[in-house]
């Protein structure tokens, strides 16, 4: 698993209030992960951190 100290605060909050997609993040690859929260760091507000996290399994 990813270091949290790699992973957004924000990101890490939307995830917690969401466990399905937190589970189906965990089992992506390093490489997906990494993609994930790169996008993740562009992200500039709560609402938008909340779009993005819902729309990562869509």
Do not use: C, W
């Amino acid at each position: 698993m990813i270091d949290n100290e790699e992973l957004p605060i924000g990101f890490t909050m939307e995830l917690a209030m969401h466990s399905d997609i937190l589970n189906r993040f965990s089992q992506l690859s390093k490489s997906e992960q990494s993609s994930v929260i790169d996008g993740a760091r562009n992200v500039n507000s709560k609402n938008e951190m909340r779009d993005y996290v819902e729309s990562i399994f869509r």
